[in-house]
């Protein structure tokens, strides 16, 4: 049986203690890249665009120094938390949207096609409608739109339950 030489610490066991210093190391390379890489996610990127940033955060969180790292993910992190809180504060977030279809889109597994966010309801004013996009002559008139959304994801002012009717249909 070894005896494994404790070191006495004032606040109790640490496991940082019993790792090496280069144990050490790659635990903040990894832990530093795994916040990138779920930051980058956030973003939404396009996937070629998406891996190109990843790969190239491999590559130079493998030239730099620990710290340096730890200074990458975290000042990524708060450039990230600012721009979403800017969004929010002047009301761009729901501005780029002209009409509630995209904001509340998702895609469903369960379904097998895009549906809405159950149990959402929104209302905006649309600056225009789906003819203004396809022609260059103003047509556009601003209205009001209220989007219900059930708890099924489909758009209904009332919920599905609640109604006596039954629809049949071939899914081909």
């Not at 409608?129 to 994801?153: A, E, N």
Request: positive net charge; contains cysteine.
């Amino acid at each position: 049986m070894t005896k494994v030489n404790s070191v006495s610490h004032p606040r109790g066991f640490h496991w940082v203690q019993f790792m090496s210093p280069n144990s050490r190391r790659r635990w903040i390379y990894a832990v530093s890249y795994v916040v990138v890489f779920h930051v980058l996610l956030a973003y939404g990127l396009p996937a070629a665009v998406f891996w190109g940033l990843a790969l190239l955060a491999g590559v130079a969180f493998y030239r730099i120094q620990p710290a340096d790292a730890v200074a990458v993910a975290g000042s990524l992190v708060l450039v990230t938390l600012a721009y979403s809180l800017a969004l929010k504060v002047t009301g761009i977030a729901d501005a780029i949207y002209y009409r509630p279809d995209e904001k509340l889109s998702i895609c469903s597994d369960v379904h097998g096609h895009n549906a809405y966010i159950p149990g959402a309801s929104v209302d905006m004013l649309m600056p225009h409608g789906d003819l203004q996009s396809m022609t260059t002559v103003k047509i556009g008139v601003p209205h009001q739109v209220t989007y219900r959304i059930d708890s099924y994801g489909f758009r209904n002012d009332a919920t599905i339950a609640a109604r006596n009717t039954c629809s049949w249909g071939i899914r081909s």
